[in-house]
């Protein structure tokens, strides 16, 4: 059992950054970022695998979001700059079931509990 502690969400301007920090219990493979708008589904925006070698964005956040990990401190990082009213969400980290990068929901296996991030206009 690997517990997920998301850390850094707030409310910022738009054009403004944040950066969110997933810290893990444990050793993990393949990372993620999920996001979620109130009314809406969720919705794939990141993933590393365990290495740190390959990444993968969903086309929206390209060029915009940054996504890395610290596997000697467990530790996934999400790097949002540029931030728009759009990517209002609640912002989830999880801990995939493979070493490769995933952007499918099932291929998850532990989730955080969530961190706000607002983006006002």
């Known amino acids: 059992q690997v517990q997920l502690v998301e850390s850094g969400g707030g409310l910022v301007q738009a054009g403004g950054s944040l950066r969110l920090s997933c810290a893990a219990s444990?050793?993990?493979?393949?990372m993620g970022w999920f996001r979620q708008a109130l009314g809406k589904e969720r919705e794939f925006v990141a993933a590393i695998n365990w290495r740190g070698s390959s990444t993968y964005y969903v086309d929206s956040v390209k060029g915009r979001f940054t996504i890395s990990r610290d596997n000697a401190k467990n530790t996934v990082y999400l790097q949002m700059n540029s931030l728009k009213p759009e990517d209002t969400a609640v912002y989830y980290c999880?801990?995939?079931?493979?070493?490769?990068?995933?952007?499918?929901?099932?291929?998850?296996?532990?989730w955080g509990q969530g961190t706000q991030v607002t983006v006002s206009s």
């Open positions: 999880a801990a995939a079931r493979t070493i490769d990068v995933t952007d499918t929901p099932t291929m998850y296996r532990y």
């Open positions: 444990g050793s993990t493979y393949a």
